[in-house]
Structure formats: C-alpha cells, structure tokens
C-alpha cells in the first residue's frame, strides 16, 4: 500500500515538474514571437509542424515564419488570462485565453482568442507540434 501511494505521488511530482517545465517553454516561446527570434522559432518548429488560425487557414512552418520575417505586426501586450496543462508522458497541451494588444501595419488592434499549443518532447527537448487558434 505505501508502495502504491509512493508512486502515485512521485507521478503527481513529476507531472508538476513537467507543467513547469512546459510553462518555461511557452513563455521562451512567447517571447520569440514577440521579439520576432526566427532563429529560435526555426529550432523549436518541426518540421511537420503546423498552425490554424483563427479562420481556419492552416500555415506550415516555413509560411509561419516567412509570416514573422516580415515584421508588419508588433505586440504591444500579450496577456494571458486563463492557461491549462495536460501533460502526460512525452507530450503536452497547453490552453491559453489571450488578450492581445498589437499594431498591424502601424494600426492599433486588439485580439481576443483561445490557442492550443500541443508539444512533444523530441531528443530531450520540447519542441511545439501544432497551433490551434479560436477568436472569441
């Protein structure tokens, strides 16, 4: 019995330690976006990777980047109200509401939206699989 509780904390412990850790990869790539860091947005994207935007358009890693290369919008403010963890194993779904605060071609815009960020752990590193935008 005390083996089995053992191990069931020891999981809840490293289930934490991976949210924090998954925590630390958001806001590294958070800032990325902002700051417009192609060279770290081209490591932490697979190649397979993908994203959908609040529309429903599906970009690939090369036209998110090229997007980014064009530094037509600057985030002013990025709040996040509300995150979600799920991680289990090597993978993790993180949940965001997001208030945005950017200029698009020198005009101010405010976002309001819901992202689902989905990463895997690849060689010991995590890596973002996936991004799924909702506008609410």
Do not use: H
Request: hydrophobic content about 40%.
């Amino acid at each position: 019995m005390f083996e089995k509780k053992f191990f069931k904390m020891q999981a809840i412990e490293n289930t934490k330690g991976k949210e924090i850790e998954i925590g630390e990869v958001y806001s590294n790539w958070k800032k990325a976006v902002m700051t417009n860091d192609i060279q770290f947005l081209q490591n932490f994207y697979p190649d397979d990777f993908s994203s959908v935007n609040g529309c429903g358009i599906t970009k690939n890693k090369s036209e998110v980047l090229t997007r980014l290369a064009f530094k037509d919008i600057v985030y002013l403010c990025w709040t996040d109200n509300e995150v979600i963890f799920d991680v289990w194993e090597e993978n993790a779904i993180l949940k965001s509401r997001q208030s945005l605060d950017v200029e698009l071609y020198g005009l101010p815009l405010k976002i309001n939206r819901e992202i689902i960020l989905t990463f895997e752990q690849w060689n010991s590193k995590w890596i973002l699989k996936n991004i799924k935008e909702t506008n609410f």
